[in-house]
C-alpha cells in the first residue's frame, strides 16, 4: 500500500494500520568440507564452504496480541534468509570449484619446482605451506536473522497496548497511538 492511499478498511473507521516486522533466529554459517589425497609427492588439501541444513530455531506463535481484546494477529513469513545463502553458495558452486582447481593447479607447480630447486626438504616445506594455507572462505553474514517475519492489521484509532511475540518468545508490551489513515512501523527482534 502506498503511503499516501487509504485502504477502505480506514475510511470506514478512521483507523490506522500496524506492522510489526519480526526477526527470528540467526542465520546459519558456513563450514569448511575438505579432502585430503597424495599426488605424487604432494599432499592436496581440497577445502570448500558449505552451509548446512538446520532446523527452524524457533517454535511457536510469531505475530501480535492486542491486550485489550484479546485478539492475536498472526504474522506470515517473508523472507528465509537461510535459504537464500544456501541458494547464492549453491548458485557460486561451479565458479568456486573452478577458482579452486586453479589455485590447487599453482600450488602443484609451485611446490614441484620446490623439489626441483630446494630439493626434497624445500620441496616439504613447499607441500606443507600449500596444505596448511587452503582453506575455504567461510565469511557469512551472521548478524542477520534466519528469517523474517510480518504481521500487519488494523486498528481503530487511539491507544492501544499490545504484546509481540516472535518465536513463542513474548516481546514487548507496548502502548501505540493509532493515527487515521495512517501507518505504524515497529520492529521486534
Known amino acids: 500500500m502506498d503511503a499516501g492511499r487509504q485502504s477502505p478498511r480506514q475510511n470506514a473507521d478512521g483507523g490506522g494500520d500496524v506492522v510489526v516486522i519480526h526477526e527470528l533466529g540467526h542465520i546459519a554459517t558456513k563450514s569448511t568440507e575438505e579432502f585430503v589425497f597424495p599426488f605424487g609427492r604432494q599432499v592436496i588439501r581440497f577445502s570448500f564452504p558449505v552451509i548446512r541444513k538446520h532446523y527452524n530455531s524457533y517454535m511457536g506463535q510469531t505475530g501480535l496480541t492486542d491486550t485489550k481484546n484479546g485478539g492475536f494477529y498472526p504474522a506470515d513469513n517473508v523472507q528465509n534468509m537461510d535459504e537464500i545463502a544456501r541458494t547464492t553458495l549453491e548458485d557460486r558452486r561451479g565458479r568456486l570449484l573452478a577458482k579452486e582447481s586453479a589455485r590447487l593447479l599453482a600450488k602443484g607447480q609451485l ?20 596444505a596448511v594455507t587452503e582453506t575455504a572462505d567461510t565469511r557469512s553474514w551472521t548478524l542477520l536473522p534466519e528469517a523474517y517475519f510480518v504481521t500487519r492489521t488494523h486498528f481503530a484509532p487511539g491507544s492501544h497496548t499490545v504484546k ?8 514487548k508490551i507496548t502502548t501505540i497511538q493509532v493515527d487515521k489513515g495512517k501507518l505504524l512501523l515497529l520492529r521486534d527482534s
Open 164 to 171: 509481540s511475540s516472535t518465536g513463542g518468545r513474548i516481546g
Open 111 to 130: 611446490t614441484e619446482q620446490a623439489y626441483q630447486n630446494f630439493g626434497p626438504l624445500g620441496g616439504l616445506a613447499a607441500n606443507i605451506y600449500s
